[in-house]
């Protein structure tokens, strides 16, 4: 797991629910790459994702 996937994951464990604009202002990475971290935690089992609205929301797990 690299540097922004712990940081990542130690967010989601403190505030439960974020969006990937969340972890975009987080790590000050595009949107696009806050989603390809969270996809990539999201395939290693590490956060959960709803799809509301359109919106991703993030777990963890």
């Not at 940081?7 to 987080?26: C, D, H, P």
């Not at 971290?37 to 929301?57: A, D």
Request: glycine share 4%; net charge positive; hydrophobic share 40%.
């Amino acid at each position: 797991m690299n540097i922004h996937s712990k940081k990542i994951v130690q967010y989601i464990s403190k505030e439960e629910v974020v969006t990937s604009s969340e972890i975009a202002k987080l790590l000050k990475v595009s949107w696009n790459t806050a989603e390809k971290y969270l996809l990539e935690l999201l395939i290693e089992g590490k956060v959960r994702r709803i799809k509301k609205e359109g919106v991703n929301i993030w777990l963890g797990k």
